[in-house]
């Protein structure tokens, strides 16, 4: 009886021997292995994928073999081949300027109005012309309509209209079923998220434009914005320097051409300058009218968007109000902002009316503004005063007087090149590149905006600087210019043909001289690897874009031309995708 008992206790401890199969031992054996080879497996891929992310990535070009043409490039100011000089006998008062510099100017237009002593006549119609000025200055100064408290109240009951539409749509899901109005709130909390994160990457845009630091501004609504601001800082700093060295040159007391010449190149950068600010100023203004319409239409939508999020957390606590009730308080609200609008059209269109009678009174005071200037033009006449008409054709360079100064006989009021004469281009280069162009040779205008100038080297003369080994490249330059402008030319020096050509920027240079990045690869079990490796070369000729070089390399080789972040031979880099 007891060893019975013993028995039994063992088979409780060890298990029943049918419950302990092997074969279910085995499929355990080997789940666990699949689930151990798995594993592996994704591990051995995304420590691939990890390792290519942490890689510089690069971009490259093939190396190409064909045609180079060389150039020679430079930059000089023009200078018209011939100048007249305006000049008047006597000392007589600079009473009216008729031209600027740049003007164009054709034989017998009148260039200045100079007289002698007023008459009382003269005197009292001149202090008439001023008061008319004057009260036409003040007109001008009244200020226009504001309509910001109706445009205030408007918002206001929009808003207002906007959170009771909310809620009359909320309720009338809520009423046609749980779920539609459940399914209704998460979409207008999705969409909130999304329009809330877009209006402040709209505002963070709009106040850095404000601002005019696009630190924090989202590329994405920026436009060309930073390149024209680049371009505007850039202009700023060259009239900057430009007219240091004018003051400069005029403090010092420096001759006469050589203070024309900087003041030519001051005007001219100033103008490029203005130019640029323009641009910017424009395109800013453009760009910020666009972003404030977005952005109102966003804060539109997040208004009824969160009003409607609130309605519906509302209505779970609170469901008093009915789709009936709340739709008759919407109709209430939309006349009511319907009647807001009308009555601001209606004093827009009254205010409209006042400014078109003001704009004619203004019309009217410019009217005998313009008579009492004849007038004053007709006294100075009898007074005395005289025109002064250019005795060519041509193109205003300077002017040297002001309204009010006197002129001294010998002394020039202005300057104008003669057209017809035609201009010349100087260029000072290295003397071995003057070797390897020819007299004739049409040179590349690079700042030709409008197509229409030509230069052709009529000349090679060598540098009156003592000691230099430079040449003078003289061009005869026809078409649509200015002394003064400064042209930026290529001249062509010749063609030929090369094994290997690559792009400009691939080419750098160290102590160890010219070099370039070139990517070799190399295969593995998970794909092709790519290495970085210097290649020194030597640079035979470039053009605008590429040059020609000599070296370890072959044509289809593959440089780098572009890098994400700084490479050194030996690195392991990833190809762009």
Do not use: H
Request: glycine fraction near 6%.
């Amino acid at each position: 009886m007891n060893e019975s008992t013993e028995l039994k206790e063992i088979k409780e401890i060890k298990g029943d021997p049918e419950k302990r199969d092997p074969r279910r031992k085995r499929e355990t054996i080997k789940t666990i292995l699949i689930i151990f080879l798995v594993v592996l497996l994704l591990l051995t891929f995304f420590s691939n994928t990890i390792m290519n992310r942490s890689l510089a990535e690069i971009t490259t070009e093939r190396v190409s073999s064909g045609k180079l043409t060389e150039r020679v490039r430079g930059g000089g100011v023009i200078e018209s081949n011939q100048t007249y000089e305006v000049t008047i006998d006597g000392n007589k008062s600079v009473d009216k300027i008729m031209i600027k510099a740049g003007q164009t100017v054709n034989a017998d237009d009148v260039l200045f109005v100079v007289g002698g002593s007023p008459s009382e006549e003269l005197t009292a119609a001149e202090d008439q012309l001023a008061t008319l000025q004057l009260n036409y200055s003040k007109a001008l100064l009244t200020p226009a309509a504001d309509y910001s408290s109706e445009d205030k109240e408007i918002a206001n009951a929009q808003e207002d209209l906007n959170a009771l539409i909310a809620k009359r749509d909320a309720a009338k899901i809520r009423e046609s079923g749980a779920q539609a109005a459940l399914d209704q709130y998460n979409s207008s909390k999705a969409q909130l998220a999304d329009k809330t994160s877009q209006s402040e990457r709209v505002s963070a845009t709009i106040a850095a434009i404000d601002a005019d630091d696009y630190t924090t501004a989202s590329p994405e609504y920026l436009g060309d914005l930073v390149s024209l601001q680049s371009e505007c800082a850039s202009a700023e700093s060259e009239y900057s320097a430009a007219y240091e060295l004018y003051s400069r040159l005029l403090t010092e007391g420096a001759a006469e051409e050589a203070l024309t010449a900087a003041q030519e190149d001051m005007d001219a950068k100033s103008a490029r300058r203005d130019e640029a600010k323009n641009s910017y100023s424009g395109a800013k203004s453009t760009k910020r009218s666009e972003l404030s319409a977005t952005l109102a239409q966003l804060q539109s939508d997040i208004s009824y968007l969160s009003s409607y999020i609130s309605a519906y957390e509302a209505s779970l606590s609170d469901p008093s109000e009915s789709y009936e009730s709340l739709a008759a308080q919407v109709t209430e609200k939309q006349r009511y902002l319907e009647n807001l609008m009308i009555t601001l059209a209606k004093t827009k269109t009254t205010d409209e009316n006042t400014a078109a009678l003001a704009a004619l009174d203004l019309e009217a005071m410019q009217t005998e503004i313009t008579k009492q200037e004849e007038k004053v033009a007709k006294l100075r006449e009898e007074s005395g005063a005289t025109e002064i008409k250019s005795k060519y054709s041509g193109v205003v360079s300077s002017v040297y007087v002001q309204p009010g100064d006197t002129t001294t006989p010998g002394n020039a009021l202005a300057s104008i090149d003669i057209s017809e004469e035609g201009y010349t281009l100087k260029v000072t280069v290295d003397g071995a590149k003057a070797s390897k162009v020819k007299i004739g040779t049409a040179a590349e205008v690079m700042n030709n905006w409008n197509g229409d100038v030509q230069a052709v080297l009529s000349e090679i003369k060598n540098d009156s600087t003592p000691g230099s080994k430079n040449r003078v490249l003289v061009f005869t330059v026809t078409g649509n210019v200015d002394s003064g402008t400064y042209l930026d030319i290529s001249i062509p020096c010749g063609s030929g043909n090369y094994d290997a050509i690559v792009p400009k920027n691939a080419v750098r240079k160290d102590n160890g001289g010219n070099f370039v990045m070139m990517v070799t690869s190399k295969s593995s079990p998970l794909g092709n690897r790519y290495y970085v490796d210097r290649v020194p070369v030597e640079v035979i000729v470039s053009d605008e874009t590429s040059s020609a070089v000599q070296g370890d390399i072959n044509y289809g080789d593959y440089v780098i031309t572009a890098w994400s972040k700084p490479i050194d031979p030996g690195d392991q880099v990833r190809m762009k995708e």
